[in-house]
């Protein structure tokens, strides 16, 4: 059965505490991993795209990695507006995004 | 650009009546897909279309029925509103299919009691 999980569930830093949510995923034909943000009463928002193990991307205080089996989400120097919930998904064939069940992220001033 | 709407905002159902969540996309998109979102579990899949005309089931279709009669609008209906379909729905849309990084809308949150 195809899985993606997240952890850790909830993560609370200081600000200008570095640290990485992690997902780890098990489906079959790969299609591509994908990070959202989600705020409070708002639809996701996309982040990132990775393809291939060894990629990154980054935009502003995130940087996003993959692996064959894992993606991690590193979040250098936080600030309070990076607070949110942090989506994983991953692509398969068939026209399918699964999704992980999130990382709450709180950062305190 | 609009992007996705998704009207209502907030619904509230008695068991057993029926309504639709309107979903429109303003980004010429062929793929479009409604999602259910549950405290601790991911988004689910509820059901997708690839262009108009054609729709197909996701993770989680019982329940619901949708069509697909113009590019912009995919409309989700409850036939048969019960308790465990209190949710958050999400309607997403795609440029380049299902497999790939989707757009979402605001979302409606519905409660049935």
């Known amino acids: 059965e195809d899985q993606v999980t997240q952890s850790p569930e909830a993560l609370r830093l200081q600000e200008g505490e570095s640290s990485s949510l992690n997902c780890s995923y098990t489906?079959?034909?790969?299609?591509?991993l994908f990070w959202y943000r989600q705020d409070p009463g708002k639809g996701p928002e996309f982040l990132f795209t990775l393809y291939s193990a060894g990629e990154e991307k980054e935009k502003e205080r995130l940087k996003a990695t993959l692996t064959k089996k894992e993606s991690f989400l590193h979040i250098t120097a936080p600030k309070p507006e990076d607070s949110a919930t942090y989506l994983c998904a991953v692509g398969e064939y068939g026209n399918k995004l699964v999704f992980g069940a999130g990382t709450i992220l709180r950062v305190k001033s | 650009n609009a992007g996705v709407t998704q009207t209502p905002k907030f619904q509230v159902l008695k068991t057993g009546q029926s309504m639709t969540l309107q979903c429109a996309q303003d980004?010429?998109?062929?793929?479009m897909s409604w999602y259910r979102q549950d405290p601790g579990m991911g988004l689910r899949l509820i059901h997708y279309?690839?262009?108009?005309?054609?729709?197909d089931q996701g993770e989680v279709p019982n329940g619901y029925n949708v069509s697909r009669s113009t590019t912009e609008d995919f409309p989700l209906r409850l036939l048969s509103a019960a308790p465990s379909q209190t949710s958050v729905y999400f309607c997403a849309s795609s440029l380049a299919g299902g497999e790939n990084e989707q757009y979402f809308g605001p979302g409606t949150r519905l409660t049935v009691t």
């Open positions: 489906v079959s034909g790969l299609r591509g």
């Open positions: 980004m010429n998109h062929e793929y």
């Open positions: 279309s690839v262009g108009a005309g054609i729709t």
